[in-house]
């Protein structure tokens, strides 16, 4: 049956042929499951996300974007004398995994003929949409704050991206962008669900360079939940079909100056709070995300849990990574961090994570910082 969007509170469908984001009542929307799939037809010449094209919304091919990203490498990594495996998202062409995303959605849009969008962003989900848009031919208008990273601020705009610039919260910037879609479409990483159709092809390629099978664990990082909900259908989409034998664990990474939704998974009544402080992974401080309740209900259902990393256990992450040759942004290295903490407490299980950003888009940040 073909992909249909699904409300994800009355779980009426809608043809995809609609060019929606949101449901008409409000409800977020989410894609329905796939129903089939097979390894033996992978597009093996395609580096692509378009490798696992039959798993992925029906787009014409000559409507699917592609910058030389995909199928990045899944290598060893040592933490403090444990193997974990890390996918190398750092590699895609605008420097971050949110390419994934953006290659699926951007390409949905140009297949409607949608001449311009909208979108919020912290930095790298904003260069990922300007630069798929930019191969598309579509108008784009990015909604930041004034604190976002300079780096990706210069590269949203050679991209051609017309930026808003908010002197407020991340909220704020969100609410700025929600404004606008009343009247350009939407290409939220957050709220539209072709988002997460490119993130989910994470777990398909961890699947399949490991034999076709899953790992027991994948550490990745909580901010608008981007690669947490993306996983999650990836890894069930493939355990439904019979392809893998488990949905691994999921294991969200929050850092403590900004952990709304490890704070709520650990809550023992509804009350309690956070109290958000500065954090230099300012890619997962996200005080307030949209699908929240999804990426807790996600994290559960595979057994996972929630670990918060100080801002010194971030430092020393990235210093690590950097003193082995991967230079990688803060935020990244929170996941690191998070990934060391786990696998030091579940030292026979294979785990799998992923390095999301390069240091270059963050060197500002990061001089600002005084790391060394």
């Known amino acids: 049956m073909p992909m249909k969007f699904i409300n994800s509170a009355t779980q009426v469908l809608y043809d995809m042929q609609q060019p ?7 409800a977020l929307l989410n894609c329905t499951l796939i129903d089939q799939f097979d390894p033996n037809k992978v597009l093996q010449y395609d580096t692509s996300i378009w490798r696992y094209a039959t798993a992925l919304p029906n787009i014409a091919p000559e409507n699917r974007l592609r910058l030389g990203g995909g199928f990045t490498p899944l290598l060893p990594f040592n933490l403090k004398g444990k193997e974990v495996w890390f996918k190398h998202d750092y590699l895609f062409s605008t420097g971050s995994y949110k390419d994934r995303g953006a290659a699926l959605l951007m390409s949905m849009v140009k297949e409607w003929g ?20 930019a191969a598309a031919g579509i108008e784009c208008s990015i ?16 991209y051609g991206a017309h930026l808003v610039t908010i002197d407020g919260s991340r909220e704020m910037v969100a609410d700025a962008a929600m404004a606008a879609a009343k009247t350009d479409y939407y290409a939220s990483h957050c709220w539209n669900p072709l988002f997460f159709q490119g993130t989910k092809t994470l777990a398909y390629e961890v699947c399949e360079q490991l034999g076709w099978q899953a ?15 993306g996983c999650s259908i990836g890894f069930t989409e493939l355990f439904e079909l019979g392809i893998i034998q488990k949905v691994p664990k999921l294991i969200a990474i929050q850092s403590e100056h900004c952990a709304p939704l490890a704070t709520a998974f650990f809550a023992k009544n509804n009350a309690e709070r956070f109290t958000q402080k500065p954090t230099i992974a300012e890619g997962i401080a996200i005080a307030k995300p949209i699908r929240g309740e999804q990426m807790i209900t996600a994290v559960r259902s595979a057994n996972g849990t929630f ?19 991967l230079y990688i942004e803060p935020t990244s290295a929170a996941t690191v961090a998070g990934a060391s903490i786990y696998a030091l407490k579940f030292q026979s299980e294979k785990i799998v994570s992923v390095f999301t950003g390069t240091g270059l888009k963050a060197t500002d940040t990061l001089k600002k910082s005084n790391l060394w």
């Open 20 to 26: 929606i984001w949101l449901a008409p009542d409000g």
């Open 307 to 325: 670990i918060t990393v100080s801002e010194e256990d971030i430092i020393d992450a990235w210093k690590m990574c950097a003193q082995k040759g």
């Open 114 to 133: 949608i001449q311009k969008v909208v979108q919020d962003s912290s930095g790298n989900a904003g260069c990922s949409i300007a630069a798929y848009a």
């Open 143 to 158: 909604y930041i704050q004034q604190q976002t990273s300079l780096s990706k601020v210069t590269q949203m705009k050679a």
């Open 215 to 229: 790992p027991d664990a994948v550490v990745l990082p909580a901010g608008n939940g981007t690669l947490i909900l």
